[in-house]
């Protein structure tokens, strides 16, 4: 069970916000960057600040907080002969693609959103055999995270807890397509996918080291690999040359033709996450935008903040938006939260890490404790490659600038597994988002926030996965993935210690119109989740 925080607020209070949007929050701004906004262009971005973000304390409503209301309801009058399967009622209706935004009841029928009608005194309501009054709350979509891995028993829960309704691991499945996708078919509460992952399958297929090259027998062996992936359902082939150094820019280049060919999107962890030479972010950022040069593939930067733009994200920031007006289809995703977390015997703690992250062994805390690492603890936590918390290692500020930019989308890089060493963002990504940085700091609009989480992920994909057309969307047709949440008090609550602490505020998680979280409760014998595969 999700739980609620803290006592209802006083219910006029609610609605007004509720019309006005979150308003108070977004009045203040961001004082550290200045008035940034999404349409706010590269060219003007500031250089990074050293200040501390300034508090934010204001309870006034600017008018120019007031959200767009839509002009054209998709339906103006219900028909009182006929009774829908389903009804939401009166919650603020969001729909980012179209900026419909609306106090508005929701029908659902076959699993397909079948009408909304905006609330309006003395007209008629919609009809349902089964009603849910959602009055101060969001009706948005379901949220999508792009970057996550396989959905596991134990972290698709906590997904479900933090509102979402798809699981795409498009920072690689390490795993046979066909085996991937009955494993889990029928098995899990949300729909799921992945992509190919070349940094896995090179080492698990072809026993290739980290830093081992692959000969023309292997790239092509891998190629062979990625095709019968992709046939089988895979969508997008992800690297991680951070993680597997032997890779070479050939063989990213064979696998790219090869996605260009088949519809496919580039999934990037970068080659490097800091600007200190040799190797660097402006080096990284190169080498994916060249390769989209090279080959006319697509490319995705995940995890920007933590890897390809730490201490540099106005540079890359920049790189990257020059590369989009020079007509490279590249995007980005990040998640809300300032400091990474990977294990350590990976070759981001090869030897100088120390300098390179501007931190020490006392900022590295043993993910689901209370354990931070010394000099003489360090060796043996590397020995048992625990995955460690590496506190402070994004500046506050260079995840802002990454938020506001309108092409930058959200994914958590997690979900939780057994034995909790596992990053916050496992369990509170999107609620995060929503309440800390949308609602708490002011930096991005809640439509905004929403887009980044619905509209972009489902556009950035469904050119791979046709199903995605009909998800990320609140309009009359789409796929009834809906989440339902009090705009008030949604909030992140997971931590290093303890990532297994579900977000707050999210009420209601429906998928093709089957609740799997309903009065803020889990419903654990319910599994609509479906495959989501390429070219279906």
Sequence with gaps: MVERRG?????????????????????VGVSALGPLSSNTPVETLPEPSTA???????TTLAPEDVPFVSEAPPETTPDPAVVHGLVLLGGRVIDPETGYDHLADVAIDDGRISAITPVVEGQPRLIGTDTVDVAGNVVSPGFIDLLSYEPNPLGIWFKVGDGVTSNLGMHGIGNNAKVFFDRYEGKVPINFGGAFSQHLMRGYNLGLRAHEEASEAQIQALLDLASVSVADGMAGLSFSPEYSPGTSNTEIIRLAELAVQTNQVLFFHVRYSDPTPPGTNAEAIEEVLNIARQTGASVHIQHLTSTGGTFTMAESLRTL?????????????????????????????????????????????????????TEQSYPAAREANKLVAALGTIPEEEVRLALSQPWVMIGSDSILEE??????????????????????????????????????????????IPAMKTKGRLQVGADADITVFDPLTIIDTATVARPDQASLGINHVMVDGTFVMRDANLLRDQFPGKALRAGS
């Design 321 to 373: 938006e020059n590369a989009r007006r020079e007509g490279i289809d590249v995007t980005a995703c990040v998640y809300p939260y300032d400091f990474w977390a990977t294990t350590l015997a990976s070759d981001r703690f090869a030897p100088g890490w120390q300098d390179r992250f501007r931190i020490s062994y006392e900022d590295l805390q043993v993910a689901g404790t209370e354990e931070t690492l």
């Design 52 to 58: 501390a973000p300034a508090p934010t304390t204001s």
């Design 419 to 464: 034995g909790l060493n596992n990053h916050p963002r496992c369990s509170g990504t999107f609620a995060r988002t929503l309440g800390h940085y949308s609602r708490d700091v002011g930096l991005i609009t809640l439509r905004d926030a929403l887009a980044k989480m619905t509209i972009l992920p489902a556009k950035r994909i469904e050119g791979m």
């Design 7 to 27: 006592d209802e607020p006083d219910m006029n209070r609610r609605r007004l916000l509720l019309a006005l949007g979150y308003g108070a929050a977004t009045a």
